[in-house]
């Protein structure tokens, strides 16, 4: 079975400038999360997708952040402008829905490293 | 006062070593807990999970949660450099059928040989 993917692994930019990731979940899986990784620190959710649409985004950044999960499937998180406070991973995590014998596991890519000089 | 506190702060160990992990919480509606294990420069993948509490027992790796105390912790029996990584505790609250987990802040675990 595939994992979930992201891409890109690594990304340097400067502050003010954009920038945009990527991730496929495992295929089945309904819910969708993004995740903030700074370093030293346990991830933190920025937004919960349920098919295609949002569940929670009370800790995304809304003026600087995006996110989009159209039909259902893919996603990508953006920001623009980055600041330097942006530095971080973003992880995408993907689960079915807790119950029928499932535990809800999430599991998680391997995340996007982003620096912001 | 985070919702998670995570303790204690690095930890180097010989190999065989019994590891202690923790952590304390504030919300008592979280039903459901975890253990994550993420090695470096990858995602976190599950290790352990406990529903309420009680203890699970998985090879060399015990859980324990006391609900009443708001208390988990990760016991690793017979430690080896493999389980170098950082452990991240995680919670869920009950009553949905889908999870935001609330993580603590990870306790980075070197094992030497």
């Known amino acids: 079975e595939a994992g979930v993917a992201q891409s890109p692994r690594y990304k340097i930019i400067e502050k003010r400038q954009s920038v945009a990731f990527w991730c496929n979940p495992i295929s089945g899986h309904a819910t969708l999360y993004w995740y903030q990784q700074i370093l030293g620190q346990g991830p933190k959710l920025l937004i919960q997708f349920q098919n295609n649409g949002v569940v929670d985004d009370s800790q995304l950044p809304k003026d600087r952040f995006s996110a989009e999960r159209l039909k259902g499937v893919d996603s990508t998180l953006k920001i623009q402008p980055a600041k330097l406070e942006d530095s971080a991973v973003y992880l995408c995590?993907?689960?079915?829905?807790?119950?029928?014998?499932?535990?809800?596991?999430?599991?998680f890519g391997e995340g996007s490293r982003l620096t912001v000089l | 006062q985070k919702e998670v506190e995570q303790d204690p702060g690095p930890l180097s160990v010989p190999e065989g070593a019994i590891v202690s992990l923790n952590c304390t919480y504030s919300?008592?509606?979280?039903?459901?807990f975890m253990w994550y294990r993420q090695y470096s420069r990858k995602g976190p993948e599950l290790l352990m999970y406990?529903?309420?509490?009680g203890n699970k027992e998985d090879g060399r790796f015990t859980a324990q949660v006391d609900k009443s105390s708001k208390y988990i912790s990760l016991f690793i029996r017979d430690s080896q450099p493999s389980d170098s990584a950082t452990y991240l505790c995680a919670m869920r609250v009950g009553g949905t059928s889908y999870g935001k987990l609330t993580f603590g802040q990870g306790t980075i675990l070197t094992v030497h040989p």
């Open positions: 919300n008592s509606a979280f039903q459901y």
């Open positions: 995590a993907s689960s079915l829905a807790l119950g029928a014998g499932n535990t809800g596991e999430l599991f």
């Open positions: 406990t529903y309420s509490s």
